[in-house]
């Protein structure tokens, strides 16, 4: 048997089959193993049939048929899949040869798996994978991180079948160590859970408030889609919005519940833990949650009656425009905050990361590919010390700009009893994150009386102080308090 392939893929289902016929349209020189066989006879004699892909029975003749550093690379599902293949591969492998998982394993996961690998002499990558079946056979957003010394070895090879900007750049770029590039693809994912909600609030919006049919939706999508919110998920929507079948719009047929995989949740966790307040994404997911019990909300339906002030129908031509200020607010909104939260990662596990690269590598080929990614890479570019992007001069211009639209927006979903929470808690943080004083004072206040868990004063020098607020307590305190 010929050692003289460059990688190895495991799992053949969709994504796979997918990025393999990628690698090979680029000349690299694929062996694929599946862990029933039948599926990979079965690639090999269709989609891959008449290429310079080839597929073996056994990881043993999978690695044997790889040229060394060997590489092999895992779409597998997230958890265990992951440690038994791994478990699987460690006594066929030398030092030097390196693993790749490209599944969405969560990111403390790989963090584990490299240092236990590490400890074998074998490089091992984290790759997050954007772009659904379409980018993995067109042009994915890779994601890497994970051992560096990796990197160079792999390097050409992803860049090559990665998604390109219209600069010819490629949207694959080293991320970090050890977990970065599964940390940053769960951030990733976040996003895309918060701009989904946002655009189904839209929806809803039209819907309830204008009565406006699809064809009149797929049409206000189509008009955004050329501007500031110019981006794959709004292009998609007006898209699903015309869709007919048998003569239905198939968007009509569809359950209102939604579903979900764990990556949104898993971003909201780790924003808890990092103390990031990600509210936009963390409502995206609930939204998901809620729509989930719908036996549950057709009852209470039935029950319960909203006390709405204003049942006039709004006309969609004055409305589009301001609608599609609140979005592209939102959308500002989201972002910021996973860049925030990706900051706060660097800091607390040691990472350096590039976020103009980042915005760079979600440019092309991922789900939340949009225009306005090219401003917030111009933005880190410009300071690489960034605070915050709602302070870098484009983006406060477009939120000074869309406020009166988004304000009004909220305002009229509020007062109509529809539903905008992603929407109004994006308006709610932008609000809070520009004030220079917030009620929390009182917060402390509270938490000093019934706890003696103290307080800091304005004009202080970052000491703790307890009051006796009932003259009883005496002096003794809590401990101090991490903010």
């Not at 319960?304 to 609608?323: F, M, V, Y």
């Amino acid at each position: 048997m010929n050692a003289d392939h460059d990688i190895a893929l495991i799992g053949l289902a969709v994504m796979g089959q997918n990025l393999v016929l990628n690698m090979n349209d680029h000349g690299i020189k694929v062996a694929v193993y599946n862990r029933t066989y039948a599926r990979t006879e079965e690639f090999l004699n269709g989609a891959a049939a008449n290429t310079n892909i080839s597929g073996v029975e056994t990881l043993e003749q999978l690695v044997a048929k790889l040229s060394t550093p060997r590489k092999v690379m895992m779409l597998v599902k997230a958890g265990e899949a992951v440690d038994a293949t791994i478990a699987q591969l460690l006594p066929l492998l030398d030092k030097g040869d390196i693993i790749i998982d490209g599944g969405n394993s969560y990111f403390p996961d790989t963090e584990r798996r490299a240092a236990m690998l590490a400890e074998q002499g074998l490089n091992y990558i984290g790759m997050g994978v954007s772009g659904g079946e379409e980018g993995a056979r067109n042009g994915p957003s890779l994601m890497p991180g994970g051992h560096k010394a990796a990197w160079p070895l792999v390097k050409d090879m992803f860049q090559s079948i990665a998604a390109k900007t219209d600069k010819g750049e490629p949207c694959c770029e080293w991320v970090g160590d050890n977990g970065a590039g599964h940390f940053v693809k769960m951030v990733h994912n976040g996003i895309e859970y918060g701009d989904m909600q946002l655009i189904c609030e839209a929806y809803h919006f039209m819907k309830s408030s204008m009565g406006a049919t699809n064809e009149q939706m797929h049409q206000a999508f189509a008009n955004w889609n050329k501007g500031n919110l110019d981006s794959y998920l709004i292009e998609i929507t007006a898209d699903i919005l015309a869709h007919k079948e048998n003569g239905e719009y198939v968007v009509d047929t569809i359950l209102d519940k939604a579903g979900q995989k764990g990556t949104g949740k898993w971003t909201g966790i780790n924003a808890l833990e990092l103390g990031v307040p990600l509210t936009l994404i963390g409502e995206a997911v609930f939204a998901r949650i809620l729509s989930s019990i719908k036996e549950e909300r057709v009852r209470a339906s039935k029950i319960i009656s909203g006390n709405t002030l204003s049942a006039d129908q709004l006309q969609l031509d004055e409305w589009e425009k301001p609608l599609g200020d609140a979005l592209f607010a939102s959308k500002i909104i989201s972002y910021a905050q996973g860049f925030m939260m990706m900051q706060a990662a660097a800091k607390e596990y040691g990472w350096a990361l590039n976020y103009g690269a980042i915005a760079q590598m979600w440019r092309g080929g991922c789900i939340i590919r949009s225009a306005f990614l090219d401003d917030i890479k111009a933005a880190f570019d410009k300071n690489e010390n960034l605070e915050n992007l709602l302070v870098a001069e484009y983006f406060n211009q477009h939120l000074q700009a869309a406020q009166i639209g988004w304000r009004k927006v909220i305002t009229a979903a509020v007062s109509r009893g529809i539903p905008t929470p992603a929407m109004s808690s994006a308006i709610a943080f932008f609000d809070g994150y520009r004030s220079d004083r917030l009620p929390a004072n009182l917060l402390q206040a509270q938490r000093d009386y019934f706890g003696a868990h103290t307080y800091q004063k304005v004009d202080g020098d970052g000491s703790f102080y307890h009051t006796d607020w009932i003259g009883s307590g005496g002096g003794v305190s809590s401990t101090t308090y991490s903010v």
